[in-house]
């Protein structure tokens, strides 16, 4: 009996039905998709574009991590939150705006395109926004071909 018990938790983690019961089933609202509404600087409200530098860090190359990161991105996770209370991989490379002091924080996750045999690559580009006073008031996130840092990232970056 126990055999039969083990077996059938071996077919489940394998089948992915944990993963689904751990990390949600992917029905109903997905984040795969970046977000709509334009995130404005909290103190000019001008639009903020996308910073993508060519040497900012990966932080992880998973699936279910990057979707996570892409989740918690879209729902206001981090607004409110200071940066230093993110993870050292998300702050190794910044650049200051040029207004107020407010400063941008990059990283991105590397993954494959799901499929068969793909050799396709892209990254996922995660910037945090920050008023001077290290507090956070934005995110957004968007994927890219995994060339695209390589040959248009920007160089203006600081280490921290």
């Given at each position: 009996?126990?055999?039969?018990?083990?077996?059938?938790?071996?077919?489940?983690?394998?089948?992915?039905?944990?993963?689904?019961?751990?990390?949600?089933?992917?029905?109903?609202?997905?984040?795969s998709?970046?977000?709509?509404?334009?995130?404005?600087?909290?103190?000019?409200?001008?639009?903020?574009?996308?910073?993508?530098?060519?040497?900012?860090?990966?932080?992880?190359?998973?699936?279910?991590?990057?979707?996570?990161?892409?989740?918690?991105?879209?729902?206001?996770?981090?607004?409110?939150?200071?940066?230093?209370?993110?993870?050292?991989?998300?702050?190794?490379?910044?650049?200051e705006l040029?207004?107020?002091?407010?400063?941008?924080?990059?990283?991105?996750?590397?993954?494959?395109?799901?499929?068969?045999?793909?050799?396709?690559?892209?990254?996922?580009?995660?910037?945090?926004?920050?008023?001077?006073?290290?507090?956070?008031?934005?995110?957004?996130?968007?994927?890219?071909?995994?060339?695209?840092?390589?040959?248009y990232?920007?160089?203006?970056?600081?280490?921290?």
């Amino acid at each position: 009996m126990r055999t039969l018990l083990l077996l059938a938790l071996m077919e489940c983690l394998l089948s992915g039905f944990l993963r689904d019961i751990v990390f949600g089933s992917g029905g109903g609202a997905t984040a795969s998709e970046p977000q709509h509404e334009p995130l404005r600087d909290a103190e000019t409200g001008e639009v903020i574009k996308m910073w993508v530098p060519k040497n900012m860090l990966r932080t992880s190359s998973w699936e279910f991590q990057a979707r996570g990161e892409e989740a918690r991105c879209s729902s206001g996770y981090y607004k409110g939150k200071n940066v230093a209370d993110l993870f050292p991989s998300q702050r190794t490379i910044y650049k200051e705006l040029p207004n107020y002091g407010n400063s941008i924080w990059a990283y991105y996750y590397g993954e494959d395109i799901p499929g068969f045999g793909t050799t396709d690559w892209y990254i996922t580009v995660f910037n945090i926004y920050a008023d001077k006073n290290g507090r956070i008031y934005g995110c957004l996130w968007q994927k890219f071909p995994s060339e695209y840092r390589l040959e248009y990232g920007t160089s203006d970056g600081i280490r921290p």
